[in-house]
T-cell receptor, first 116, second 111 residues
Framework: KAGVTQTPRYLIKTRGQQVTLSCSPISGHRSVSWYQQTPGQGLQFLFEYFSETQRNKGNFPGRFSGRQFSNSRSEMNVSTLELGDSALYLC???????????????FGPGTRLLVL | GENVEQHPSTLSVQEGDSAVIKCTYSDSASNYFPWYKQELGKGPQLIIDIRSNVGEKKDQRIAVTLNKTAKHFSLHITETQPEDSAVYFCAALRAGNMLTFGGGTRLMVKP
């Protein structure tokens, strides 16, 4: 079974631009979560999508948004980029057979975003 | 919200020795604790996980222990090998899929 894939793998943008990152979960997985990884703040939860609905959200400004499609693929968007948005953005997918059961999350390789 | 602290931040061991990484969490409602290994240029890879109804879990050279009363859990790697060198993250999950991660431990295994 193919793992979680993320595109693109690398991106360079300038301040003020916007960016869209894509994530394809493992086949059959219904939940997609996004995390930001930086040297200073570590791994931080951005948001989670399940059945095309945002189910959980972390403490990030409204410039960070996302969506999920009917095939469970997900995109995240960052508008008005700031230098501090430079990070590795990771996507994780899980089965989520039941809302109450914490399923294992499997991570993709990430998209490295550099904002100049 | 949940807070996870991880120690040590760096750990250097000789090949064949054991390595232990410890984490504490703050939210007593957390009930799922995975450990991830991250190599350079890659995403975190799950190596072992434990749920709150279990005190210990082992998978070959890797074991995890959980003390719910003290709110801490530990990763034990025995007979370390150079390929075990990586950054290891502990995490805790209370509800939904919002993992809270520790700060990471850089493990270096010297041949």
């Amino acid at each position: 079974k193919a793992g979680v894939t993320q595109t693109p793998r690398y991106l360079i943008k300038t301040r003020g631009q916007q960016v869209t990152l894509s994530c394809s979960p493992i086949s059959g997985h219904r939940s997609v979560s996004w995390y930001q990884q930086t040297p200073g703040q570590g791994l931080q939860f951005l948001f989670e999508y399940f059945s095309e609905t945002q189910r959980n959200k972390g403490n990030f400004p409204g410039r960070f948004s996302g969506r999920q499609f009917s095939n469970s693929r997900s995109e995240m968007n960052v508008s008005t980029l700031e230098l501090g948005d430079s990070a590795l953005y990771l996507c994780a997918s899980s089965l989520n057979r039941d809302d109450w059961y914490q399923e294992t999350q499997y991570f993709g390789p990430g998209t490295r975003l550099l904002v100049l | 919200g949940e807070n996870v602290e991880q120690h040590p931040s760096t750990l250097s061991v000789q090949e064949g020795d054991s390595a232990v990484i410890k984490c504490t969490y703050s939210d007593s409602a957390s009930n799922y604790f995975p450990w991830y290994k991250q190599e350079l240029g890659k995403g975190p890879q799950l190596i072992i996980d434990i749920r709150s109804n279990v005190g210990e879990k082992k998978d070959q050279r890797i074991a995890v222990t959980l003390n719910k009363t003290a709110k801490h859990f530990s990763l034990h790697i025995t007979e370390t090998q150079p390929e075990d060198s990586a950054v290891y993250f502990c995490a805790a999950l209370r509800a939904g899929n919002m993992l809270t991660f520790g700060g990471g431990t850089r493990l270096m295994v010297k041949p």
